[in-house]
């Protein structure tokens, strides 16, 4: 989250993040690593804004944990 708001200074993306990482646990999302979030940039704005969610999919894992930490 901290990296959200020092790129988009955007709290409307940051509370977005939050209910994608609310999301992911609830549905039990466990690959929810890195590579599963991104960020868009506006050329003419000259903003970064946090990319629509994307491979949100029930997923299991061995351990049962997620891929990454809550905002880790």
């Known amino acids: 989250m901290k ?11 940051i509370e977005q993040l939050y209910r994608l990482m609310c999301f992911n646990v609830f549905a039990h999302n466990r690959e929810d690593h890195s590579k599963n979030f991104s960020y868009i940039y506006n050329e003419a704005k000259k903003e970064w804004h946090l ?12 351990n049962s944990e997620h891929a990454t930490t809550i905002d880790g």
């Open 51 to 62: 990319s629509p969610a994307y491979d949100l999919t029930y997923s299991s894992s061995f």
């Open 3 to 13: 990296l959200t708001l020092k790129l988009t200074k955007n709290y409307q993306d």
